[in-house]
């Protein structure tokens, strides 16, 4: 349905980017963290009016009617949740969101596959949404105890991640260069392999970190999902999660006297938190 | 938009991201993250544009699993933040009370 004209849904897209901004600040000081939260959710409210009044949708009832379960599954998981599992709470969401940017990236590449620099953001989309997904339900499982909070480094370890990298990164490439939808396939299962081996040796301790670190990666596949939709309000809200999600996980790492890479690569060197 | 002015947006918003937390007291790092983390489920916006463009029936599939994985993103982000915030605020003043009554 489309009411808005162009020009009021930037003015209003921009709205909701202030909204960000706002929200972020408000939520780095504690006397206006609440108030900031809720700016922050306002921006988000509007947006998704501004969406639905801006553009030409197919299916808009089954669209509602999904958005409306996932808000009955999401709203009581955050009330009932107990405090202490709150972080894990957030490594889920964190997770589905970059896995959401993953697939918008994958159903977007048929229609952009003649812009170069639109396929190299869904390269980059598909790749780093998967690591976070992958790696944000490994930090789950950590976090929840199905699996043993201390580092798992198996024999080669290093080696199989080196190997997954690089083919991760040749799989990209591939993807750039031709930009079939089979290299996305083979990107899209390499990189939640990654996801899983660089998280699997990292130490309890350490882990609220890695979930700041694959936050920040989150924000930057929302950025790049963005430049593939031609949409400003993604690429502003994306690379301000991205570049603030940075500048926190470096705080969180030297309030606990860690660096990010000796939370990352530590178990390998025997420097890694027992956890 | 032609490339430039989207490299513009990114480079300013870079500077503003860092910027607006450059000064984060620690106690906040949590809550935080989980703001921050909220702001990125607006991927949603980009799952509603495909699921409505979508024109086979396994694309919108797919788009409608992306929609269903923002939504909790998004809607379960702002509310798990208030939650720990809802927390956070309640215990200030019965710290402030304990610290009176030494």
Known sequence: MIVLSPEWTAVLYLVAAVCFILALKGLSSP??????????????????????????????????????????????????????????LVALFNGVGGGAAALVALLELPLVADEL????????????????????????????????????VFPGAPIVISLVALGSLASAVWLVLTADPTAAYVLLALGTALGVLVVLPVGG??????ISLLNAFTGLTVAASGL?????????????VGASGTIL??????????????????????????? | MDAITLLTFFVLSVFVGFEVVSKVSSTLHTPLMSGANAIHGI???GAVIVAGQAESI??????????????VNLVGGFVVTDRMLEMFGGRTPAAKVREESK
Not at chain 1, 53 to 64: A, K, Q, R, V
Not at chain 1, 205 to 210: E, K, R, S
Not at chain 1, 249 to 256: P, Y
């Open chain 1, 117 to 152: 620099g639109a396929v190299i953001a869904v390269a980059f989309t598909v790749l780093v949404g998967a690591v976070s997904f992958s790696g944000s339900a490994i930090t789950f499982a950590k976090l929840q105890e199905l699996m043993p909070t201390r580092p798992i």
């Open chain 1, 228 to 240: 593939v939709l031609g949409n400003t309000l993604l690429l502003v809200a994306g690379t301000l």
């Open chain 2, 58 to 71: 396994p694309v919108l599939v797919v788009a409608l699993i992306a929609v269903l994985l923002a939504t």
């Open chain 2, 43 to 45: 991927i949603l916006v």
């Open chain 1, 31 to 88: 006397k206006s963290a609440r108030r900031g939260n809720l700016i922050g959710a306002f921006g988000a409210l509007l947006a998704m009016v501004v969406v639905f009044l801006s553009t030409e949708l197919d299916n808009m009832l089954l669209i509602l009617g999904v958005i409306a379960l996932g808000t009955v599954i999401a709203v009581p998981a955050s009330r009932m949740v107990k405090m202490t599992q709150m972080p894990q």
């Open chain 1, 205 to 210: 301790a350490d882990v609220p970190i890695v």
């Open chain 1, 249 to 275: 996980t470096r705080a969180m790492a030297s309030a606990m006297g860690r660096s990010v890479t000796g939370t990352l690569f530590g178990a390998f060197r025997g420097g890694s938190t027992a956890g």
